[in-house]
């Protein structure tokens, strides 16, 4: 497969300032030093707990805050600091799902006009309103819905219009962010099988930031998994669920709910202790080490890189501990 998207440690700190004349005491390390790949047709799911810069990493490949570190390619050209004109025939190749389906279309603008609107202020060369139409059977949505506004409608109803907006000037990568948290489980799995739909029907490549590992696992060819800025384990979805490799990603998915009751977890003693540390002092070496039972004294001084293990198709994790974290693990019965 062929690299969509190449993120290279990037980096978004966000200055801390006090004082009268607001001078920068300190800084908030939201995303340090984050590298990945979406490949073309790819699904790639970002998972971990609140706070560890899911968001922050999404909002900077939108263009929305700017690194402070690393580069950001795209189709071979890097965009990390583009403006203007190219900053605009950006946006029309990479889109944007929110997690909000109700806060992110205007209360005041009908369905048509929501989708309207992003066509006129780029400037779409063909018929509007047929395309308008196009796009909500795309999504499911009758041709009824164009006079609609968003409180006349159900969550579902409007975050499939929120993908038709996605979707309007045909984009090739959708970022995901949250997408189907705020939906009822029955509509989170119409809205996920849409999804994959749409993927393999126009080629698209996502990038899909989510909490329930579940839905992860459902839609994503690979998942990265994020901790207080950091990637620390990446590689094929199936394989990291069956044999999770560093420490976090083994207690993200012991912590996922089962409804059989004599399931026999992976690791047992894995729950999490504690807090996840404050980004605007984050911990010496590896930053998971005042939550890990694995940890020695190397991890409190010595950050680890990400390696290639030998656990399945690809997988690659950051941790100081390979040998001994690879054999406790254990295939899922």
Same mark, same amino acid.
């Given at each position: 497969?062929?690299?969509?998207?190449?993120?290279?440690?990037?980096?978004? =700190?966000?200055?801390?300032?006090?004082?009268?004349? !607001?001078?920068?005491?300190?800084?908030?390390?939201?995303?340090?030093? /984050?590298?990945?790949?979406?490949?073309?047709?790819?699904?790639?799911?970002?998972?971990?707990?609140?706070?560890?810069?899911?968001?922050?990493?999404?909002?900077?490949?939108?263009?929305?805050?700017?690194?402070?570190?690393?580069?950001?390619?795209?189709?071979? !050209?890097?965009?990390? =600091?583009?403006?203007?004109?190219?900053?605009?025939?950006?946006?029309?190749? /990479?889109?944007?799902?929110? !997690?909000?389906?109700?806060?992110?279309?205007?209360?005041?603008?009908?369905?048509?006009?929501?989708?309207? *609107?992003?066509?006129?202020?780029?400037?779409?060369?063909?018929?509007?309103?047929?395309?308008?139409?196009?796009?909500?059977?795309?999504?499911?949505?009758?041709?009824?819905?164009?006079?609609?506004?968003? =409180?006349?409608?159900?969550?579902?109803?409007?975050?499939?219009?929120? $993908?038709?907006?996605?979707?309007?000037?045909?984009?090739?990568?959708?970022?995901?962010?949250?997408?189907?948290?705020?939906?009822?489980?029955?509509?989170?799995?119409?809205?996920?099988?849409?999804?994959?739909?749409?993927?393999?029907?126009?080629?698209?490549?996502?990038?899909?930031?989510? =909490?329930?590992?579940?839905?992860?696992?459902?839609?994503?060819?690979? $998942?990265?998994?994020?901790?207080?800025?950091? $990637?620390?384990?990446?590689?094929?979805?199936?394989?990291?669920?069956?044999?999770?490799?560093?420490?976090?990603?083994?207690?993200?998915?012991?912590?996922?709910?089962?409804?059989?009751?004599?399931?026999?977890?992976?690791?047992?003693?894995?729950?999490?202790?504690?807090?996840?540390?404050?980004?605007?002092?984050?911990?010496?070496?590896?930053?998971?080490?005042?939550?890990?039972?694995?940890?020695? *004294? *190397?991890?409190?001084?010595?950050?680890?890189?990400?390696?290639?293990?030998?656990?399945? !198709?690809?997988?690659?994790?950051?941790?100081?501990?390979?040998?001994?974290?690879?054999?406790?693990?254990?295939?899922?019965?």
């Amino acid at each position: 497969m062929t690299a969509l998207m190449k993120i290279k440690d990037i980096e978004v =700190h966000f200055p801390v300032r006090k004082g009268l004349l !607001q001078r920068e005491v300190a800084s908030i390390k939201a995303v340090d030093g /984050v590298s990945f790949e979406i490949q073309k047709g790819e699904a790639l799911g970002l998972v971990g707990e609140s706070g560890c810069g899911k968001t922050t990493v999404a909002r900077s490949l939108l263009k929305l805050v700017e690194l402070t570190g690393g580069t950001i390619e795209f189709d071979g !050209q890097v965009v990390s =600091h583009i403006k203007s004109d190219k900053l605009k025939s950006y946006r029309r190749r /990479v889109s944007a799902i929110f !997690q909000d389906p109700f806060s992110s279309l205007n209360p005041r603008m009908t369905v048509g006009q929501i989708l309207g *609107e992003v066509l006129t202020v780029n400037k779409y060369e063909e018929d509007i309103n047929t395309r308008i139409l196009e796009l909500l059977a795309l999504c499911g949505l009758a041709e009824r819905f164009v006079e609609l506004y968003p =409180h006349e409608m159900s969550g579902g109803q409007r975050q499939r219009v929120g $993908i038709a907006r996605a979707l309007a000037l045909d984009p090739e990568l959708i970022i995901c962010d949250e997408a189907v948290s705020a939906l009822d489980v029955s509509i989170q799995a119409q809205i996920v099988n849409l999804l994959r739909e749409l993927r393999d029907t126009l080629g698209l490549s996502f990038l899909f930031i989510g =909490h329930d590992l579940s839905v992860v696992q459902h839609l994503c060819d690979r $998942i990265a998994v994020m901790y207080l800025g950091k $990637i620390v384990e990446i590689g094929n979805a199936q394989d990291l669920f069956k044999n999770p490799a560093h420490p976090y990603t083994k207690a993200l998915i012991d912590a996922v709910p089962s409804i059989d009751p004599d399931e026999k977890r992976l690791n047992e003693d894995m729950f999490l202790q504690g807090e996840v540390p404050s980004p605007l002092s984050p911990p010496s070496g590896c930053v998971f080490h005042t939550r890990c039972k694995y940890r020695i *004294e *190397e991890c409190k001084t010595k950050t680890p890189l990400m390696e290639q293990v030998d656990i399945g !198709q690809n997988r690659m994790i950051a941790c100081l501990l390979n040998e001994e974290i690879g054999l406790n693990s254990q295939q899922k019965q």
